[in-house]
């Protein structure tokens, strides 16, 4: 169902300016999280929201009821796809690895990139290569 969603609701969530972060449906709850380089705001979400609607009452793909929700990625934002990894360079990030690199699955440092399938992030002074296939978790990091 999921992959079905993002068929339906990506193409159109970018048509109108945004990119399309997160998308979570569980029980009768779809929950989209929007973004764009200047943040999101409320108005942002009203706007998705009415347009997303429109878009799944044309496609259907969801038998019965359901709330559809749309909201900011908020300040510790997930990382999904290689872009966003390239993006947030300089940023500093929370990154769990579903198999151990070195003895480590839990790295937490600032993002250097993107190359070659590897995600570079600094952890203490020390430089890793983290393959982007073996990311489970990741997310930008509050800093205070």
């Known amino acids: 169902m999921r992959e079905t969603l993002l068929k339906i609701l990506e193409p159109a969530v970018t048509g109108l300016g945004y990119e399309l972060v997160e998308l979570e449906f569980q029980g009768k709850l779809l929950r989209l999280y929007i973004d764009q380089p200047q943040g999101v705001t409320l108005d942002d979400c009203e706007k998705v929201s009415r347009q997303m609607s429109a878009v799944l009452d044309v496609a259907d793909p969801i038998p019965g009821a359901y709330t559809l929700e749309v909201s900011s990625p908020g300040l ?67 800093e205070f």
Do not use: M, S
């Open 76 to 142: 510790d934002r997930p990382l999904h796809k290689p872009a966003d990894f390239a993006a947030r360079a300089g940023q500093r990030a929370r990154i769990e690895l579903t198999l151990p690199l070195n003895g480590r699955r839990r790295f937490a440092g600032t993002l250097r990139g993107l190359e070659n399938d590897e995600v570079l992030i600094e952890v203490d002074g020390a430089l890793f290569r983290l393959p982007f296939a073996q990311i489970g978790k990741a997310r930008l990091a509050l």
